[in-house]
């Protein structure tokens, strides 16, 4: 979670995931890295030339909020003229027809490790805090070491599960996809 660590320049879960496996048009989808200062209108307008992507970006990688990404989030752009089934794209590509083998290797890992929300959402606490409450670093505060200001001053034990909750739905959509994000980079 920790959103000043340094761009990650590896690929996301949904890359390893196959996100472009059997792409065959010419108009190939883009994946951008959230940098500190961007916002999706600075991004679609890198794209676009205007603010016309906001609202597709959005869409297309299930951000709720237009107004909250992430440094280090990584976004799907659709080229013009290609759809998108974000939903599609980030579940297991293990089961679909044009999966390659190294992808269908890389799923079946992950499937394996990763277990239930609850046990991922167990080894996330674990590997932060060893699952303490009341467990700080500098600014991270408590078993899933939130950043002080998504706790808005209430440190109780029910607000650091319901503040984490969203915040991995709203950035990985499940803990499991956190949890293989935190296995290829070392933080959530």
Sequence with gaps: MKSFKTILLGT???????????????HAD?????????????????FSGDNDLVNQIAKDNSISDINVIFEGDQLVIKEEGTTSDTA?????????????????????????????????????????SGGSYTATNGRYIGRYQLDSSYLNGDYSAANQERVADNYVAQRYGSWEAAQAFWQANGWY
């Design 88 to 128: 599609a794209a980030t579940t297991s590509t293990a089961t679909a027809s044009n999966t390659n083998a190294a992808t269908t290797q890389a799923a079946a890992t992950t499937q394996a490790t990763s277990g239930t929300s609850s046990s991922a959402k167990e080894w996330i606490a674990q590997k932060e």
């Design 12 to 26: 996301t879960l949904a890359a390893a995931f196959g996100i472009f496996v059997g792409t065959t048009d010419a």
């Design 30 to 46: 883009s994946v951008y890295t959230v940098k500190s200062g961007d916002t999706l209108s600075s991004i679609s307008h890198q």
